[in-house]
């Protein structure tokens, strides 16, 4: 199966490779049109490698990973980003002496042109209008998370890939964070949201995905899941 070419995501058989060491087992995930999908697991379940090999970043992968019809094994990252998928990455990677201004600019020069543009972002998280001029490390850790999405949305992208934009920041901050879903969810994008918290994660979610020790150990609908089922199999044993 390819998947068509309305589907977000298709990932089959999916392995992760470290040398010897494999990170991610067998992994069969896939995003519907205009779904939000979210992937738990703790501290090394193998999220972050999941979202590498989508975007072609992983050392070495196995498998099948189609995105809009498109086989991304056969991409490379600038023409997926193109094609209308983005990252935001675990740390958040923003160019530190670049201001708030330039660092979101890149994701606009490499993306699709679309209806997300600069001044919509600064709508949608005036503080960053009001330091667009500061260098980028200058910010708090929840303001360089809004640039690290801004960034991301600016690609314009169909299917948008966070990997635990709330670890470390404060409530209050990652409430504003998240606040933001539902609006790039009425831009008609699709989403994967990885985070550790759980509870946060699942109240987002359309479906989510439990990862353990790099396999799916658990696929359902928030509302249909029993809390104590998931944490086992969120930790095991
Ligand atoms: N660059 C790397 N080299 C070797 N092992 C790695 C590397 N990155 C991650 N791993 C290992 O792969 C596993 C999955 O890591 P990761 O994908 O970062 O998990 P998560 O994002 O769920 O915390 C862990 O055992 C981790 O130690
Ligand atoms: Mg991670």
Same mark, same amino acid.
């Given at each position: 199966? *390819?998947? /068509?070419?309305?589907?977000?995501?298709?990932?089959?058989?999916?392995?992760?490779?470290?040398?010897?060491? %494999? +990170?991610?087992?067998?992994? =069969?995930?896939?995003? +519907? /049109?205009?779904?939000?999908? *979210?992937?738990?697991?703790?501290?090394?379940?193998?999220?972050?490698?999941?979202?590498?090999?989508?975007?072609?970043?992983? =050392?070495?992968?196995?498998?099948?990973?189609?995105?809009?019809?498109?086989?991304?094994?056969?991409?490379?990252?600038?023409?997926?980003?193109?094609?209308?998928?983005?990252?935001?990455?675990?740390?958040?990677?923003?160019?530190?002496?670049?201001?708030? +201004?330039? #660092?979101?600019?890149?994701? &606009?020069?490499?993306?699709?042109?679309?209806?997300?543009?600069?001044?919509?972002?600064? *709508? &949608?998280?005036?503080?960053?209008?009001?330091?667009?001029?500061?260098?980028?490390?200058?910010?708090?850790?929840?303001?360089?998370? $809004?640039?690290?999405?801004? %960034?991301?949305?600016?690609?314009?992208? @169909?299917?948008?890939? !966070? =990997?635990?934009?709330?670890?470390?920041?404060?409530?209050?901050?990652?409430?504003?964070?998240?606040?933001?879903?539902?609006?790039? @969810?009425?831009?008609?994008?699709?989403?994967?949201?990885?985070?550790?918290?759980?509870?946060?994660?699942?109240?987002? /979610?359309?479906?989510?995905? !439990?990862?353990?020790?790099?396999?799916?150990?658990?696929?359902?609908?928030?509302?249909?899941? #029993? @809390?104590?089922?998931? $944490?086992?199999?969120?930790?095991?044993?």
């Amino acid at each position: 199966m *390819s998947g /068509a070419d309305d589907e977000p995501l298709r990932v089959e058989k999916l392995n992760v490779y470290y040398g010897q060491f %494999r +990170a991610v087992h067998d992994i =069969d995930l896939t995003v +519907a /049109a205009g779904e939000i999908v *979210s992937v738990i697991g703790a501290n090394g379940a193998g999220k972050t490698s999941f979202l590498k090999a989508i975007m072609q970043q992983a =050392d070495r992968a196995e498998g099948s990973i189609h995105a809009f019809g498109l086989n991304l094994r056969t991409m490379s990252t600038p023409q997926i980003v193109a094609a209308g998928v983005a990252l935001v990455p675990e740390g958040r990677r923003l160019f530190p002496s670049l201001t708030v +201004a330039e #660092n979101l600019r890149i994701g &606009w020069e490499i993306g699709r042109r679309g209806s997300i543009t600069l001044d919509r972002i600064y *709508s &949608w998280f005036p503080v960053l209008a009001e330091r667009r001029d500061q260098p980028a490390r200058r910010l708090s850790g929840g303001q360089q998370q $809004m640039v690290a999405l801004g %960034r991301a949305l600016l690609a314009n992208p @169909r299917l948008l890939l !966070c =990997d635990e934009i709330s670890l470390g920041l404060a409530p209050v901050v990652v409430g504003q964070l998240y606040d933001i879903l539902p609006k790039i @969810r009425a831009e008609g994008i699709s989403m994967i949201v990885i985070e550790q918290d759980v509870v946060r994660s699942l109240a987002v /979610a359309d479906r989510f995905y !439990c990862f353990l020790e790099g396999a799916v150990s658990l696929v359902g609908r928030p509302q249909d899941a #029993n @809390r104590d089922v998931i $944490m086992r199999h969120y930790f095991g044993g």
